[in-house]
């Protein structure tokens, strides 16, 4: 009975063989991981220790492109304007992007009609890339021939008219306007999801408590969405503290008119990269230093909220 | 686990921005062929491919075993390509040369190979060759075309109104108060991208600073940018707004032209490059430019500078067959062909174009030119006083400065990094 005795020993050998395996299988992408995302964000650490003229990399100077940042004029300056735009960016688009999305998804899950044509109609913004969206809307808002103005001019509010994006007290606005209109439909479908997958029976549960309108919202449907408000916020958080494609498409890499549109990311491109025409000239070391101050902030207040939620979610 | 997994998936997302720190790519330049040298050439201008292989042709009529190839790269993202591959001991071996600051670092670092004795450098003027010449006062360039701004004009709406090309500064300014008067846009101009703003200073300030005067003296340290002359040249263009169109602070490039193009506007303060554009977006526009009349009795001017030059990589392995082409690109012969083609300046001096605009704005360069003193000699700093300019000239259109705070933050800007200022 020779096979017999051999047959057990192969299958624990190849059950061993396939134990081991199993962990090649991630090294591609952990190298495509470590390429593209571990190395380059230790070389830009690296990058902002030294002092560079033009390309070329000059003595270590330690902290002081840091330093620079934030105390050298008009660097420190513009690095708060930006810093201040992008805490904007984040307020405007939680109130009006989530916000919005959070009541439009209870509507479509409390099923009125048209509710399957209203999420496909919201998400529909989303399919079309941000420099399309750009375009489209530098066109709409255009000052002497863009559709807002010739709308608010038939319906007689010329008042109203303005140069949207080449005043510096609406152009950041518009903007950021633009970016909650393109995000509304992910908002929508992410608290949608998050809607149905609260139990029914929780809110038959509720009606026979005598829990009815915004009582109901309130003890019910509010705690089971924190899943959902969070991770939208922390996507929010990111993406505003990110903000660049939208801006750059609409405005350049300037932060035109007269820095109101620059954001952080916006600042750094300027810094590392020298502007968008190319003539200009560039300051890696600097841009390095933001790179990093940004990872570290968005990582830091991103965990940070992340905890406190957490928290929260068990509490309530 | 959950945490985990959240934590490090706002981890992997925020890593992304970080990413764009650094990006590597190369344009290789790989050894010769079985029978020849190849030589490659790095450019941005990848809208003149077609032109560029005529001009290979030709050049392969007298050294037909060299072997070229132009491999132009994205204009926005030239200087990074190429940088990264110069860092790397890569790239063409013939490189077009981005003009005054950014080709000079490339020069003053060592990646580019001196051009001593090269024959044919003694034709272009001084200023020609300054576009690229390294610190080290050695020649690293050859200088491929002249970029100039004026005022352009539509000849039918000033034959219409009656005008004629002004010759003074006061007749500049009437003009202008006629052609509103008329219903017309005088100025097509927009505040909305700075860039066109240091460029409409390129071509007005002259007017009042005084043209080469003042850049000689503030080239030299002589004078400041506080001085008078050169808050006169600010305060004109505020005085300007009033011809600009209606809600100009929102107007960028492409509204401008449009409305210059269509014919609402007259007038269109702009460079060389727009004739191409313009010409093709409406071929029944009758294109006229004058040159700038002065407003403190000198000379009219355009406003010029040297658009790009060709220089050799210093890590090629083809040095003498790329001075071959260099020397090429100094010949009438090549002068002749790249005005005809390209539909450019040459930036040898004396080709005649048969093309009547061009022509006649190759002469005036040669008689009246003044340089683009903001990009010729202020595009270093950082940023560079050219940006500067841009940003604080937009804040007095958006009414947050003053034509002397302009001033003073321009010198402030030019103090930092300027020897001559310091």
């Known amino acids: 009975m020779k096979p017999a005795m051999h047959k057990p020993l192969t299958l624990k050998k190849q059950r061993n063989w396939k134990r081991l395996t199993i962990h090649l299988f991630p090294i591609p992408a952990l190298i495509i991981y470590g390429l593209f995302i571990v190395y380059p964000l230790f070389a830009a650490l690296t990058y902002s220790f030294f002092d560079w003229k033009g390309i070329v990399r000059g003595e270590f100077v330690g902290l002081d492109n840091f330093k620079d940042l934030f105390t050298l004029q008009p660097f420190s300056d513009l690095f708060w304007n930006a810093f201040g735009h992008n805490i904007l960016y984040f307020v405007l688009q939680m109130i009006f992007q989530n916000g919005l999305a959070f009541i439009l998804a209870y509507i479509i899950y409390k099923k009125v009609r048209g509710s399957e044509f209203l999420k496909i109609a919201y998400f529909l913004p989303r399919l079309l890339s941000v420099i399309v969206v750009g375009f489209l809307w530098k066109l709409i808002l255009n000052p002497n021939y863009g559709a807002l103005n010739v709308i608010l001019e038939k319906v007689g509010l010329e008042d109203l008219e303005k140069a949207w994006l080449g005043d510096p007290d609406t152009a950041l606005i518009s903007i950021i306007l633009v970016n909650c209109w393109y995000g509304l439909g992910f908002g929508v479908l992410i608290f949608l999801a998050g809607f149905q997958s609260i139990p029914k029976e929780l809110f038959e549960a509720g009606k026979l408590d005598g829990a009815a309108g915004f009582a109901m919202i309130r003890r019910i449907v509010l705690p089971l969405m924190v899943p959902s408000i969070m991770i939208m916020t922390v996507l929010t958080f990111i993406q505003s503290f990110e903000a660049f494609e939208l801006v750059y498409a609409m405005q350049g890499s300037q932060g035109e008119p007269y820095h109101s549109t620059d954001t952080l990311a916006v600042y750094f491109y300027r810094l590392a990269f020298g502007g968008s025409a190319g003539g200009s000239t560039t300051a890696v070391g600097l841009g390095s230093a933001l790179a990093v101050v940004l990872f570290i902030f968005i990582s830091f207040f991103t965990a940070l909220y992340l905890k406190y939620m957490q928290k929260k979610q068990v509490d309530l | ?422």
Request: aromatic share 10%; net charge negative; proline share 5%.
């Open chain 2, 1 to 422: 686990m959950k945490k985990m997994k959240a934590i490090s998936f706002v981890a992997f997302l925020s890593l992304i921005l970080v990413i764009s720190a650094c990006s590597s790519s190369d344009t290789g330049s790989d050894g010769g062929s079985e029978d020849g040298t190849t030589l490659t050439i790095g450019s941005w201008r990848t809208e003149d491919k077609a032109s560029y292989e005529k001009v290979i042709e030709k050049f392969n009529e007298e050294y037909p075993d060299i072997n070229v190839e132009f491999k132009p790269s994205k204009n926005t993202e030239y200087n990074t390509i190429l940088n990264t591959a110069l860092q790397s001991g890569e790239g063409p071996d013939i490189i077009h040369l981005r003009p005054y600051t950014p080709g000079i670092e490339l020069a003053d670092a060592g990646y580019l190979e001196p051009l001593d004795g090269l024959e044919g450098l003694d034709q272009y003027p001084e200023e020609t060759l300054a576009a690229s010449k390294g610190t080290d006062d050695k020649q690293y360039g050859v200088p491929l075309n002249i970029s100039t701004t004026q005022m352009f004009y539509n000849k039918k709406i000033f034959e219409e109104v009656g005008l004629e090309e002004p010759k003074t500064w006061e007749e500049f300014m009437t003009l202008n108060k006629t052609l509103q008067d008329e219903g017309y846009t005088p100025i097509s101009l927009g505040t909305k991208e700075g860039w066109l703003l240091s460029l409409a200073h390129g071509i007005i300030g002259p007017a009042h600073y005084g043209a080469n005067e003042f850049v000689d003296n503030i080239t030299a340290g002589e004078t400041e940018f506080t001085s008078d002359e050169f808050k006169s040249s600010i305060e004109a263009l505020d005085e300007l707004k009033q011809f600009f169109p209606e809600n100009y602070e929102g107007l960028g490039m492409e509204d401008i032209r449009t409305m210059f193009f269509t014919g609402d506007a007259a007038m269109f303060p702009l460079g060389s490059w727009e004739i191409e554009v313009l010409r093709e977006m409406n071929p029944e526009l009758e294109l006229g430019f004058f040159p700038m009349p002065s407003a403190v009795g000198k000379e009219p001017t355009i406003t010029t500078w040297v658009d790009g030059s060709y220089a050799i990589n210093a890590n090629s392995e083809n040095k003498d067959a790329a001075k071959k082409f260099l020397q090429f690109m100094t010949t009438e012969e090549f002068g002749t062909m790249f005005t005809e083609e390209f539909k450019m300046i040459s930036a040898i001096p004396g080709i005649e174009s048969d093309d009547e605009l061009v022509n006649s704005l190759g002469k005036a360069v040669e008689e009246q030119s003044t340089p683009y003193m903001m990009l010729v000699h202020f595009a270093g700093g950082n940023p560079s006083t050219k940006a500067t300019i841009e940003t604080e000239l937009q804040g007095m259109y958006l009414g947050e400065r003053s034509p002397e705070e302009v001033a003073n933050a321009v010198q402030d800007s030019a103090k930092s990094w300027y020897e001559p200022l310091k």
